[in-house]
């Protein structure tokens, strides 16, 4: 792959949640997920979910679920919100990742060194941070949800923050967006890859 610009007129498209929007505060949508992926372990407990995150906040209230953070997989931050959280990731959380990588990523952009790091960590079935030294996360939800394998004894939830958005035809309140990553997501996902620009 090369290295992909998103155009102008698909920024507001993209601004729109990939999956399902969970709203509310900090603390409620963590509770909600972590009470659907209960009840999803519940109802079947052969099938593995796997967790990915990604933007500081979602990842720091993710680790912060004593839960939660046992299905964790990758995580990507980019250190640009709340210090205090970031220093946390940093040093409370070491033990959980098998590794830690620096990445840069443009912002409005997806590097082409994403894509051999995500098919490395993904076949080694490694528990990663990926820090974005410069630039940012944002659109590394596109290559991530691309590389996913999908499988039937594997569920994978891809998990990122929604800002809010009161300039669209319907406003759309800030939360955590839920993929639960299928053929029609990546399907989608493929759309989006097709329209961006190489640079």
């Known amino acids: 792959?090369?290295?992909?610009?998103?155009?102008?007129?698909?920024?507001?498209?993209?601004?729109?949640?990939?999956?399902?929007?969970?709203?509310?505060?900090?603390?409620?949508?963590?509770?909600?997920?972590?009470?659907?992926?209960?009840?999803?372990?519940?109802?079947?407990?052969?099938?593995?979910?796997?967790?990915?995150?990604?933007?500081?906040?979602?990842?720091?209230?993710?680790?912060?679920?004593?839960?939660?953070r046992n299905y964790i997989k990758i995580c990507f931050v980019d250190e640009k919100t709340k210090r205090q959280e970031q220093e946390e990731i940093k040093f409370s959380f070491t033990e959980i990742f098998d590794k830690f990588i620096e990445l840069k990523n443009p912002a409005g952009t997806i590097s082409s060194e994403i894509w051999p790091i995500l098919e490395y960590i993904l076949n080694e079935n490694l528990?990663?941070?990926?820090?974005?030294?410069?630039?940012?996360?944002?659109?590394?939800?596109?290559?991530?949800?691309?590389?996913?394998?999908?499988?039937?004894?594997?569920?994978?939830?891809?998990?990122?923050?929604?800002?809010?958005?009161t300039d669209a035809e319907k406003s759309i309140p800030e939360g955590i967006v839920m993929v639960e990553v299928n053929e029609k997501i990546k399907e989608r996902v493929s759309e989006i890859i097709e329209l961006m620009d190489e640079y």
């Open 127 to 165: 528990k990663v941070l990926i820090t974005i030294v410069e630039g940012e996360e944002d659109l590394l939800v596109i290559p991530l949800i691309s590389e996913l394998s999908l499988k039937p004894n594997i569920k994978h939830y891809v998990f990122y923050g929604q800002p809010p958005i």
């Open 1 to 68: 792959m090369k290295n992909l610009k998103l155009p102008l007129d698909l920024r507001k498209e993209l601004a729109k949640p990939l999956g399902k929007l969970i709203f509310g505060n900090r603390v409620n949508t963590i509770n909600e997920i972590a009470a659907f992926l209960k009840k999803e372990i519940d109802a079947n407990n052969a099938v593995d979910r796997r967790l990915y995150c990604v933007g500081d906040i979602v990842t720091y209230d993710f680790l912060n679920d004593s839960f939660l």
